[in-house]
């Protein structure tokens, strides 16, 4: 999709008013039931999935054409904000449904735009981003091999910590035609779920994001079909690193933001009704202090993550290095944030009958997805790097939102 069919087609600031009054009105409303169900029972069930996608929640990022809202990254990126103060596996679902596409649609034909694009925008199919292997990186390193035979690529690999790996219907897979090394050779593939081979272990129990499944996965000669294949021979991790990581790195980063203005409200109503020495908790100087560093962390960074989304609308040559930028730093803010709210409830913050113990827990996730901060850094001096020795124009349009 191109910023002129955009721009022809905006959301005006009224209906997009009127679109974040309703997002926050289910998050409040629908999603805390939600989310107390998942904590009880320790599983995200399939209405949740059926109730998002009947609000339209899962196609809301996409481009109008293909059944989306039209929004721009940045207005998307707002109410990222708002449904990433509900439960951590909500927010799961919400962020890698309305942001896979973006991964496939760039290199996809019309017939993979039929069978898989579209599908997974409307919800009929759920795919699952697979590329972390262990033992190795998430990069140029990946040893999982494809050997081709005919119309038939024959996949041999392990991966883990993937996110839907349980109850997926396809895997978006990176791995390597056998005998090659770094870029050359890797392909991006498109692998069904319950394939021959396929053999995925649940290890979904997790210190916090309950009811998210993840999986290990092993892969024995795992037949796919050539025309699963997304781009060319070579082009696997083109589309796993540029058409998924940058906007998902803004999201993550985003995610924070949200998940951290929960928590200082959280701290806020706490310490407006905890009286100690008959004195509320909010009139102590202590408090005080510690709210208002939150406050300035969470705005601070909210403005980096939006700045990071509008490069990346622009097509900007520097969104890689902004999105590793606003991730790490999102990331840091909101690990301060939520130690200072729990640390203003007192131990009574430490129970499992507090919100902010989950709320808690489901922000130390965010230190893992889409890399630690000790890759984004390493990405952002990358980046540093190449823009000082190769000046970008900051009108070039690479990677910009499809």
Not at 73 to 85: A, G, H, I, T
Not at 320 to 337: D, E, F, G, I, N
Not at 368 to 385: A, D, M, P, S, Y
Request: charged share 25%.
């Amino acid at each position: 999709m191109t910023d002129t069919t955009r721009a022809e087609q905006p959301v005006t600031e009224a209906e997009f008013a009127a679109l974040k009054d309703r997002v926050a009105a289910w998050v409040t409303g629908p999603g805390e039931e939600w989310a107390e169900r998942i904590e009880t029972t320790g599983e995200v069930p399939e209405e949740l999935w059926a109730e998002l996608r009947g609000h339209g929640f899962l196609r809301m990022a996409a481009p109008v054409e293909y059944g989306g809202f039209g929004l721009t990254f940045p207005q998307w990126m707002e109410l990222m904000e708002v449904f990433s103060r509900s439960h951590g596996s909500t927010r799961m679902i919400v962020h890698v449904v309305n942001g896979i596409w973006r991964a496939m649609d760039p290199f996809a034909d019309e017939e993979q735009r039929k069978k898989f694009v579209l599908p997974a925008i409307s919800g009929d199919i759920k795919i699952a981003f697979t590329l972390t292997e262990p033992g190795n990186g998430t990069g140029a390193d990946i040893t999982s091999t494809v050997v081709r035979e005919g119309d038939t690529y024959y996949l041999t690999g392990h991966k883990h910590l993937i996110t839907f790996g349980v109850r997926c219907d396809y895997y978006l897979l990176a791995a390597r035609v056998d005998g090659t090394t770094g870029h050359e050779g890797t392909v991006a593939l498109l692998v069904p779920r319950h394939a021959e081979g396929v053999h995925a272990e649940d290890t979904s129990r997790t210190m916090g994001v309950t009811g998210t499944d993840h999986a290990e996965i092993r892969f024995d000669r795992t037949p796919v079909p050539v025309a699963h294949r997304l781009g060319r021979e070579g082009e696997g991790l083109d589309v796993a690193l540029g058409g998924f990581l940058t906007p998902s790195r803004i999201s993550v980063g985003m995610s924070c933001v949200g998940l951290a203005q929960r928590a200082q409200e959280l701290a806020l109503d706490y310490a407006e009704r905890r009286v100690s020495f008959g004195k509320a908790l909010s009139r102590r100087q202590a408090v005080q202090f510690m709210l208002a560093e939150n406050a300035a962390d969470i705005e601070a960074a909210k403005h980096l993550v939006l700045h990071a989304a509008r490069r990346f609308e622009e097509g900007g040559d520097d969104a890689s290095m902004l999105s590793s930028m606003a991730k790490m730093t999102a990331v840091s803010m909101l690990t301060r944030v939520t130690d200072n709210a729990l640390q203003v409830h007192g131990g009574l913050g430490y129970w499992k009958t507090s919100p902010i113990e989950r709320v808690y827990r489901d922000a130390r996730a965010q230190r893992f997805e889409e890399g630690t901060n000790e890759i984004q850094k390493t990405v952002v001096f990358r980046e540093l790097t190449r823009l000082r020795t190769q000046p970008a124009d900051a009108a070039t349009a690479q990677g910009g939102a499809k």
